[in-house]
């Protein structure tokens, strides 16, 4: 498999993990915080659908359909999953995010593909920057107040 494919496919397994991750998450939501990150996972969750989708689409489109296995994919999204499952935090889920966002449009660059790829793939690493922000600013960020968001379980 060429190192372009390699790095798109483990980016779409990122990112569906990041989505059942946060469905998770909204669905855990308890406590007095709990309407706020009921809502905050409920938009992190939604906003992955269509990056999930545009990126499927992408690599149909290069690479054909055949290279979007489910069976490979849900596994490879299960690695990722048990993976953030031990980091124990949601800050994990989008700086997982955002490092294969950048492998991808690294390798991307190398490759010989439409100007938009590389603005897709730029534009999920934009979204998961801000879904990282929004995550510190619940957790507290650098010496804020806040209480820990719900750990992942």
């Known amino acids: 498999m060429n190192q372009q494919l390699a790095a798109m ?6 990112l569906r993990a990041a989505h059942h991750m946060y469905w998770t ?9 709990f309407y706020g990150d009921h809502e905050l996972f409920g938009r992190l969750y939604e906003e992955r659908v269509k990056e999930i989708d ?3 689409e992408l690599i149909a489109g290069h690479y ?12 490879a999204a299960m ?15 989008a700086q997982m995010v955002l490092e294969a966002a950048e492998a991808a449009n690294s390798a991307s660059a190398s490759g010989k ?3 938009g790829t590389q603005n897709l793939i730029s534009g999920i690493g934009t979204n998961h920057l801000n879904a990282l922000y929004l995550l510190q600013q619940r957790m507290g960020g650098a010496g804020g107040a806040a209480p820990a968001a ?4």
């Not at 496919?9 to 990122?14: H, I, M, R, T, V």
């Not at 690695?79 to 889920?93: E, R, Y």
């Open 150 to 153: 719900p750990a992942m379980r």
């Open 54 to 56: 545009d990126l499927a």
């Open 9 to 14: 496919l483990n980016l779409w397994a990122c």
């Open 79 to 93: 690695d990722k999953i048990n993976t953030l499952s031990k980091a124990g935090s949601p800050l994990a889920i």
């Open 113 to 115: 593909f439409p100007a």
């Open 64 to 75: 054909g359909a055949d290279k979007l296995n489910p069976v490979m994919a849900w596994q």
């Open 25 to 33: 998450l909204h669905w855990q939501s308890r406590g007095p915080n």
